[in-house]
């Protein structure tokens, strides 16, 4: 596993350093801490549509910087010819793909962490209460892009940055209509549906009492489950392929 | 004592049974401690050689052995690889980057870090451990470079193009750190279209055209021309005896200077007749000729390379 950390280290160290990351950051940061200006709020509901404003928008910035740092990765290390050096050492090719799928994955923590420590200030400051539910939908939006980057990382180790964007930007539209395609659990093929429903928690934990650890626990499981199949086709299609 | 690399019945045909052979039949020998060159023009198959022993390219077939084990990712790590005109994050330091690479060799942070600044030093960066990439010019990457392929002081290293983008004095220094690296027992596998640096430094070479073997042997034994001996002669006549003139070929004069071929057989009697006439003569070793004929005459020739040494 030294091998995997070490790819994962640098991925940080190179991802942390992007200024583009930095920007989106920092856009979004000053849109949430200017959310409660909005004019419409309604008496008594005021911290609740902050909430869901504020986990929205660090869904479209995580989503962003996921993209931004998942779809050219591999690609282009393997158009510059930088990871020749890597991979002609000790290294597997799973070993580089979960390494860079976990070093993306980290630095989105650090983002998602950096969104969650303000909208959650912002929230206590103008509310006066601290709002620790939402830490729940900010887990469940890190979960759900780490799985679009797994995805990313995945597509990019056989094609092309812009077939990646858009299988991406695809797979995000399709997880996400589940249920308005097929109704409900009563269709055959709700189960098999690829869904990342799981992981939108943003009404309840902006109207309501966010969501039970056992809730959470289903999410770490199919966040793993997710993960572990998409680096695993993604090792397997990089295993194959001449660089 | 095996052999550093050992390459048997390489090959490579990529899209499908019908598809384009890059490389076929290739045998390599590298001897261990030695300084080998691959040469070959462009396409000539060199670098999916190279590949497909560091496992970068899956071969459609053959052999390939790295000090006496299967060229798997085990042995790789006994391995330096320079690979041709490496590219680094630009927003990374020269080490960061040798971490990296030491990391992923085995090397604990400590042993990476106290390892760096000598190395930088050894590649002509010294003090420039901090410096992000994106401020290196193309000469410095190609140094860090090379000192990502020594961090973990591999007993075998493979170089591809290593002068590349280097000005003179750092072509200079790679041809002096590659010599010092065979002094210390490093394997040496180097790829070069610098043909007066592979001549000057390597042992043996294996010159590949158009996925094949076209020659291999020692320097000495693919460029010495059988049968003649090189004369330089000085001497204030402004031609050479007429005896003389009836022997030699490829002549060449400059200031007073006449160098020349002779038949061996006529090598005494040259020297005699010169020495008559007051000539002196300044060297008289077996005739050689350049890497760079050589391998024009290869590449043009190809049918009429029949000499020792050359594969058909």
């Known amino acids: 596993m030294n091998r995997v950390a070490a790819v994962a280290r640098a991925v940080v160290a190179d991802a942390i350093r992007r200024r583009i990351v930095w920007v989106v950051v920092l856009f979004s940061l000053v849109l949430a801490a200017m959310i409660p200006m909005l004019p419409s709020y309604g008496v008594g509901v005021a911290d609740a549509v902050y909430r869901e404003i504020a986990l929205a928008m660090t869904y479209v910035a995580a989503m962003v910087v996921t993209l931004v740092l998942s779809v050219s990765r591999i690609p282009v290390e393997v158009e510059r010819r930088t990871l020749y050096s890597v991979l002609a050492r000790d290294v597997r090719r799973w070993e580089y793909v979960l390494g860079t799928w976990l070093g993306i994955t980290l630095t989105l923590a650090a983002v998602t962490a950096a969104f969650g420590g303000i909208i959650f200030a912002v929230g206590w400051a103008v509310y006066g209460a601290p709002m620790w539910m939402l830490w729940q939908g900010v887990l469940a939006i890190w979960m759900e892009a780490g799985i679009i980057a797994a995805l990313c990382v995945a597509v990019s180790t056989i094609t092309l940055p812009v077939i990646v964007a858009v299988a991406a930007l695809a797979f995000l539209f399709i997880a996400h209509v589940r249920a308005d395609l097929l109704g409900g659990p009563e269709n055959p093929l709700w189960y098999a549906y690829p869904s990342l429903d799981a992981f939108n ?41 001449d660089l | 004592m095996t052999p550093a690399i ?159 983008g280097l000005d003179p004095v750092g072509q200079r220094d790679v041809r002096n750190l590659m ?131 050359v594969v058909s």
């Not at chain 2, 401690?33 to 190279?50: D, E, F, Q, R, V």
């Not at chain 2, 790829?191 to 158009?210: G, P």
Request: a negative charge; glycine letters at 12%; charged letters at 20%.
């Open chain 1, 201 to 241: 928690i943003i009404a309840p934990v902006s109207h309501g009492s966010g969501v039970s650890l056992l809730y959470l626990a289903t999410m770490v499981l199919a966040f793993v489950g997710w993960v572990g199949a998409l680096v695993f086709l993604g090792a397997l299609g990089f295993s194959r392929r």
């Open chain 2, 6 to 164: 050992r390459i048997e019945r390489a090959h490579k045909r990529y899209g499908g049974a019908t598809g384009f052979v890059a490389v076929s039949d290739v045998a390599l020998t590298v001897n261990r401690g030695s300084i080998h060159g691959l040469l070959g023009p462009n396409g000539a198959g060199k670098t999916t050689t190279l590949k497909m022993l560091l496992g970068l390219v899956r071969p459609s077939g053959g052999t390939f052995e790295i000090l006496g084990e299967p060229a798997g990712p085990a042995v790789r790590a006994r391995v330096g690889f320079l690979p041709e005109q490496p590219y680094f994050s630009p927003l990374l330091t020269a080490a960061e980057v040798l971490m990296l690479h030491g990391r992923l060799s085995g090397m604990a942070p400590s042993e990476v870090e106290s390892r760096t600044g000598e190395l930088l030093a050894r590649v002509g960066l010294e003090g420039r451990e901090k410096t992000r990439l994106a401020k290196y010019s193309r000469g410095m990457l190609q140094r860090v470079g090379i000192a990502q392929a020594l961090i973990a002081a591999p007993e075998v290293v493979v170089l591809d193009e290593p002068a590349s």
């Open chain 2, 179 to 309: 010599m010092a690296l065979a002094e210390e027992g490093t394997t040496v596998l180097l790829s070069s279209h610098q043909l007066s640096e592979v001549e000057a430094i390597c042992d043996e070479v294996t010159i590949l055209n158009h996925g094949r073997v076209a020659a291999e042997g020692s320097i000495d034994d693919l460029l010495n021309v059988a049968g003649r001996t090189s004369v330089r002669a000085r001497g204030t006549a402004p031609a050479l005896p007429a005896e003389v003139q009836s022997l030699m070929e490829d002549v060449a004069v400059s200031g007073g200077v006449w160098v020349f071929s002779v038949p061996d057989s006529a090598v005494r009697a040259t020297v005699d007749i010169l020495d008559d006439n007051g000539w002196a003569i300044e060297s008289l070793v077996p005739k050689r000729q350049s890497l760079e004929d050589y391998f024009g005459r290869m590449l043009e020739e190809p049918s009429r390379m029949a000499d020792a040494g």
